[in-house]
């Protein structure tokens, strides 16, 4: 059982807890109507794009050969590079709602536009909210001497601290391996080169990717 001081400490998190308050709002909104097959199905499609996202985001665009334009430099050690040089530095290790949010709003907008329906807008946004705080607790337990309860939560935490201490070209899944598995970046980890650059980003080339 998860210790109630880990507890307390992600949710006492500010982004944690600013994206907790807009999360319920959007449920409650959601709830009465949940007699619509429409809505179930923007539910579940917010969480497979997050899911998607989670892997795409995070390999082409956090694991990115540095940049030579400052601002864009910054703003991958911010989100991801310093976080791979001390991967268990708390300040680190939650995606800023300065970030995610504009994200989720710009893709609500979109899922709006097309659809012109704000049930199914936010209902879409609970998805993907909802994905959202699940990657963060399980990104959350593999950098916290917390033990997962079930087999398949160790090896979800076994798997991303191979992609922090092994290699940091395989193993971009959080939250699964899918799209790992289906793009090629799974890998036995005895298998795996021991990556020089796994703990440093800023050493990345283009061969990789």
């Keep these: 059982m998860v210790q109630t001081r880990f507890l307390r400490e992600f949710f006492g998190h500010r982004d944690i807890l600013v994206t907790c308050i807009v999360f319920a709002t959007c449920v409650a909104f959601t709830l009465p109507h949940l007699n619509q097959g429409a809505v179930w199905g923007a539910l579940v499609l917010g969480m497979v794009l997050y899911a998607l996202s989670e892997y795409l985001i995070h390999r082409f665009f956090f694991h990115l050969p540095?940049?030579?334009?400052?601002?864009?430099?910054?703003?991958?050690?911010?989100?991801?590079?310093?976080?791979?040089?001390?991967?268990?530095?708390?300040?680190?290790?939650f995606l800023p709602i300065w970030y995610?949010?504009?994200?989720?709003?710009?893709?609500?907008?979109?899922?709006?536009a097309v659809s012109g329906d704000t049930v199914f807008t936010v209902a879409f946004t609970t998805g993907v909210l909802g994905y959202l705080l699940y990657y963060e607790w399980c990104h959350y337990v593999a950098h916290r001497p917390i033990q997962p309860i079930t087999p398949w939560g160790r090896w979800l935490k076994k798997m991303h601290l191979w992609h922090h201490f092994k290699n940091e070209q395989y193993w971009y899944g959080v939250t699964n391996p899918v799209f790992d598995m289906v793009m090629g970046t799974f890998k036995n980890e005895r298998e795996a080169d021991q990556s020089d650059s796994v703990?440093?980003?800023e050493k990345q080339s283009t061969r990789y990717n």
Excluded: N
Excluded at 71 to 82: A, P, S
Excluded at 100 to 112: K, M
């Design 100 to 112: 995610s949010f504009p994200l989720v709003a710009t893709v609500a907008g979109i899922v709006y």
């Design 66 to 93: 540095p940049p030579k334009t400052p601002w864009l430099l910054w703003l991958l050690q911010r989100l991801h590079y310093h976080h791979h040089k001390d991967p268990d530095d708390l300040r680190l290790l």
């Design 199 to 201: 703990r440093d980003l």
